[in-house]
């Protein structure tokens, strides 16, 4: 059974850092990528990166770009979701999610099909 854990939410002021983990579990693709995502309450669900296992690609959204990096550390199945310069919209439940059918050059999954629990994260003013 494939699993996806988030870690590592919580309150944080504006300005500061979180780093969230995903570790992952109970698969064996060849390959595959790791997304991230939050939704806000009355917001749509906002992709925000992803990163390919076999290259290391990575997809950053325009909101997040320059503040968030997404790494991972493949000898221990997880995912990282590195949060600087925090701002109070950025308060959402995030979650992590992974797809493996990939098409050449890119770095995120065509879908994703699995998806974690989700953690909230907070940022106050």
């Known amino acids: 059974e494939v699993q996806l854990v988030e870690s590592g939410g919580g309150l944080v002021q504006a300005g500061g850092s979180l780093r969230l983990s995903c570790k992952t579990s109970?698969?064996?693709?060849?390959?595959?990528?790791v997304g991230w995502f939050r939704q806000a309450p009355g917001k749509e669900r906002e992709h925000l990166s992803c990163?390919?296992?076999?290259?290391?690609?990575?997809y950053y959204a325009d909101s997040v770009k320059g503040r968030f990096t997404t790494s991972s550390d493949n000898t221990k199945n997880t995912v990282y979701l590195q949060m600087n310069s925090l701002k109070p919209e950025d308060t959402a439940v995030y979650y992590c999610?992974?797809?493996?059918?990939?098409?050449?050059?890119?770095?995120?999954?065509?879908?994703?099909?699995?998806w974690g629990q989700g953690t909230q994260v907070t940022v106050s003013s």
């Open positions: 109970g698969f064996t693709f060849d390959d595959y990528a």
């Open positions: 990163i390919r296992r076999s290259t290391g690609s990575t």
């Open positions: 999610a992974l797809g493996s059918v990939l098409s050449y050059g890119n770095s995120c999954p065509s879908w994703y099909d699995y």
